[in-house]
């Protein structure tokens, strides 16, 4: 009697897991869905409405990078040191205002206070991001976390086919105003189902609930918790080389980001709207190889995939930088995105598998920040790169700068595990 009733606690116990972890990964969803939504309707309605400027471009792009840089220390010591669920629920909150307004804004294309509500919807996305970061190793057990993070990275990718095509869609078939409207209501879902799961987890059981302030011995302030988590970052030579070599990567991202709709309209001398089929084919690849590394990856071959992911990283940029055609463009993205899920899969289960729970939060905001002006640094170089020079070229030079990173990642990651 003793050990079915010990077998019957251990059962409901993983039932009210995978609850908790349904509830967060749908509201997960649903969110992703917003962005990628919003960020296709941004991107395309602030090109149309001045005239292609490099300028406007570059700006669009600093916003949703700049916030990181200035708030990801902050948004790490929140996300430690209150309740990780109301920032979550706060933040899909305002960020249903920000599309509302966005949408005030399309009606009679004011960009200027656009550009002002993208910016504080960015800002808060950086605390939804630090907070949900944090969250998700405390849902599940250090051997399921990397399935966990294969199912966000898969999740991640079918958001990123679904969420541009519908708003090239809505563009094409509606208005920008529309857009933003339904961006909006995506956030208000995620809200509700974030509710459900304070529910689940504030109910009687074995699953975590958020601990107080004090735990991980924070006694001091909040710049106490951020020099902790610089500390956490310096003594760990494991943490530092993961951060390295992704940083090359951050910088890669940045560039092809950007460079992306020159190309699709300027090198090709197609509509800029053409760049949300280019963003579903990278998601439709993508979510193959974010299942693939989600079912395969072993926890003993994490590292590997680290550093073959982003050869093909590499590989996809020199692909892409001599594309004669949109049609070799394609390829160069499928490769891009073959590589790119199970890169995310993997530097993600190693980073947080090194991490200690209490510092999850404080660490991912540190890496925020520099990650964030990484990405900044990636977009000025091809904005000025664009101004100045070919497009593609953007595409060579950021292969190029990453292969440091490369090499740091074969060196020490390669036969690493999430251990």
């Known amino acids: 009697m003793t050990v079915q009733a010990g077998l ?17 990964y749908t509201s997960f969803l649903v969110s992703a869905m917003g962005d990628a939504f919003r960020l296709l309707a941004v991107n395309v309605w602030i090109f149309n409405a001045t005239s292609g400027s490099t300028g406007a471009r570059l700006l669009v792009v600093l916003l949703a990078n700049l916030p990181g840089m200035l708030l990801g220390g902050l948004s790490g010591v929140v996300a430690d040191r209150y309740d990780k669920y109301n920032v979550l629920i706060v933040s899909d909150v305002v960020r249903t205002g920000v599309g509302l307004g966005l949408a005030w804004c399309a009606l009679d294309s004011r960009t200027v206070p656009a550009l002002v509500l993208i910016a504080v919807g960015n800002g808060v996305g950086v605390f939804f991001s630090s907070s949900s970061f944090s969250l998700l ?54 809200a509700v189902i974030l509710r459900s799961l304070r529910r689940v987890l504030k109910a009687p059981g074995p699953l975590p609930v958020d601990a107080g302030p004090d735990e991980g011995g924070r006694s001091g302030g909040h710049w106490a918790d951020f020099t902790d988590g610089v500390r956490i970052i310096w003594r760990s030579e494991d943490i530092r080389a993961l951060l390295l070599a992704s940083y090359g990567i951050a910088f890669l991202t940045a560039c092809t980001s950007y460079g992306l709709i020159f190309v699709v309209a300027r090198t090709f001398a197609l509509d800029a709207s053409a760049l949300g089929y280019i963003y579903s084919l990278n998601g439709a690849v993508a979510v193959v190889a974010a299942v693939l590394a989600t079912a395969l990856a072993k926890r003993a071959f994490l590292g590997r ?3 073959v992911s982003m050869l093909g990283l590499c590989v996809a940029q020199v692909v892409m930088g001599v594309a004669p055609n949109i049609y070799v463009l394609g390829v160069g993205v ?11 899969v993997s530097v993600t289960s190693l980073y947080m598998s090194r991490i200690p729970a209490a ?4 660490v991912e905001g540190i890496d925020t920040m520099i990650d964030n002006f990484i990405s900044v640094c990636g977009f000025v170089a091809a904005s000025v790169i664009v101004l100045w020079w070919n497009p593609q070229a953007i595409f060579l030079i950021s ?10 990642a074969f060196r020490h990651m390669a036969g690493e595990s999430a251990e």
Not at 12 to 18: L, N, T, V
Not at 155 to 181: C, H, M, R
């Open 137 to 190: 190793p405390r849902l599940v057990s250090a051997e399921r976390l990397p399935r966990a993070n294969g199912f966000m990275e898969t999740g991640q990718w079918v958001v990123q086919i679904v969420g541009p095509s519908l708003a090239a869609i809505t563009l094409a078939t509606g208005s920008a105003s529309l857009a933003f409207v339904v961006d909006s209501a995506s956030f208000v879902v995620s």
């Open 399 to 408: 292969a190029a700068v990453a292969l440091p990173s490369l090499v740091l």
């Open 359 to 362: 510092y999850l939060g404080r």
């Open 305 to 307: 995939l680290m550093a």
């Open 334 to 344: 499928a490769v891009s995105a073959l590589a790119n899920a199970p890169y995310n």
């Open 8 to 24: 019957g606690a251990d059962r409901a116990e993983k039932g009210e897991s995978r609850a908790a972890f349904g509830l967060f």
